[in-house]
């Protein structure tokens, strides 16, 4: 078996050792880390006495099996002690992520007259008496709820709603920090479409905008359907739209490194749910004009009369040659090929058979479809949904922008055009410069791309209003 290696800090972990007083010693604990291919990062001496060291150890792994690989490897060195081990990813989850903090000073009887009773009842009379100012005089202007009902978190599957607590409280610390938004996780104890879209109903006077969230397709596409006719504030699905952005975006930066133009590709999507879904109809939106949608039974074809419904009108859209057979039979000859499905499906030898410079984003998370590195050997352009290879295909890139742009505009709703307009926002800040077949998309730090998407929703808004 070979040797496992720590490519990120998804798994770090702290050790604290008790050593012999031999500084000598920590070298040794590094080798071992190193030899069992962890990754230190950090090493502190916490305490020191005449017959003791107390060492703290922070190193990453691959994964929780390889995390306590280095900690027997640690062990064995002469002279350690492993006293204890903390999981930096559960640490940092302790007590919850996020808070509610107040924006005014409540220090005085007076501080509390303004922004509570009595004060408050002559706002809520001047928001009663004209309803529009709710937006100016409350959060509302600048709320998202965070909404999931626990059925398709991350790649765990149905995990339900307690589960997704910890993923839907990191997505509003995202808002926060990327779209100074203030965003709240939302998850109801219903799988039930109904119960759903009314409990979104229910709440949403509270909030400017409603962010779906970690729902299983095909019921998240009614549900998104059903709350974009009722309500009155924007409602939008990231695991289908934001992934469609993100993608479409990495798309138009990898065409432009291997001089290639987005009508004339030939697209090979893997994975018919709602980001595959999305996918397909936003880049067809964008000009494509030949997809291939393939599920674990092959390409979707319209002549198929046994596809389900959502799938039935999918291969509609798609597949005009008729192409049947399964992932390997279809990839040939194509331009590109996204994968939003499972891992290890494409064998990295099948890559040679598509057309001169492919583009292979393997976007299934945490394990993707292909071994990037592997895929780069026959590809021009690889990327994935990991942050440890280049070129990072990461949500995290639209959706705090749309929502700020949508907060911005009071949009009523997202248009096709308006995540169009935030596809492209989002692939030119990749400057002609920058751009290469390692350097596709823009950090998520980068200081531009979250304000450069924000103003093109807004803009977008702006122009549909007219």
């Avoid at 800040?429 to 304000?451: G, Q, T, Y």
């Amino acid at each position: 078996m070979p040797k496992r290696t720590a490519t990120a800090s998804s798994y770090s972990i702290t050790m604290r050792l008790h050593t012999t007083v031999d500084h000598g010693v920590v070298g040794e604990v590094a080798t071992a880390i190193a030899s069992a291919g962890g990754m230190v990062t950090a090493i502190d001496v916490a305490e020191s006495s005449a017959h003791r060291l107390t060492v703290d150890v922070t190193c990453s792994a691959a994964d929780a099996e390889h995390a306590l690989e280095l900690q027997t490897a640690v062990a064995a060195v002469d002279g350690v002690e492993v006293h204890k081990v903390s999981d930096r990813t559960f640490l940092i989850h302790l007590g919850g992520k996020i808070e509610v903090a107040s924006k005014v000073p409540l220090k005085t009887r007076d501080d509390m007259s303004l922004a509570y009773t009595p004060g408050v009842g002559r706002v809520s009379m001047a928001i009663a008496e004209n309803p529009e100012d709710v937006r100016r005089l409350t959060i509302k202007g600048n709320a998202v709820a965070v909404v999931t009902d626990g059925s398709a978190v991350l790649g765990l599957g149905n995990i339900g709603p307690g589960a997704a607590l910890p993923v839907m409280e990191g997505k509003a610390a995202l808002f926060k920090r990327f779209g100074e938004i203030d965003a709240w996780p939302i998850c109801l104890d219903t799988q039930d479409t109904d119960e759903i879209v009314r409990a979104v109903e229910l709440i949403a006077p509270g909030f400017g905008g409603i962010n779906l969230e970690d729902i299983a397709a095909p019921r998240c596409f009614e549900i998104e359907a059903r709350l974009r006719e009722r309500l009155d504030i924007p409602v939008f699905h990231d695991d289908q739209h934001g992934t469609a952005i993100v993608v479409l975006a990495a798309l138009t930066n990898a065409l432009r490194v291997v001089k290639k133009e987005v009508g004339e590709a030939r697209v090979v999507v893997s994975g018919g749910g709602a980001a595959g879904t999305a996918i397909v109809k936003l880049l067809l939106a964008a000009g494509v004009q030949d997809v291939v949608v393939v599920d674990r039974n092959g390409a979707l074809c319209a002549d198929d009369e046994g596809l389900s419904p959502a799938h039935q009108e999918l291969a509609s859209l798609t597949n005009r040659g008729r192409r049947t057979g399964g992932l390997e039979q279809v990839l040939e000859g194509a331009d590109v090929f996204i994968g939003v499905s499972a891992p290890g499906i494409l064998k990295p030898e099948w890559i040679a058979t598509m057309a001169p410079d492919p583009v292979v984003f393997a976007l299934a998370n945490p394990d993707p479809e292909v071994d990037p590195a592997q895929a780069a050997k026959y590809a021009a352009v690889v990327a994935s949904g990991r942050s440890d290879f280049p070129n990072q295909i990461n949500n995290v890139l639209a959706f705090p922008g749309v929502f700020r742009g949508l907060l911005d505009a009071r949009a009523a709703e997202v248009t096709v055009e308006m995540m169009l307009r935030a596809a492209e926002a989002i692939a030119l800040v990749v400057r002609d410069d920058e751009l290469n077949a390692s350097f596709i998309m823009p950090s998520v730090f980068h200081p531009e791309v979250h304000h450069a998407v924000a103003t093109a929703i807004a803009d977008s808004s702006a122009t549909r209003e007219r």
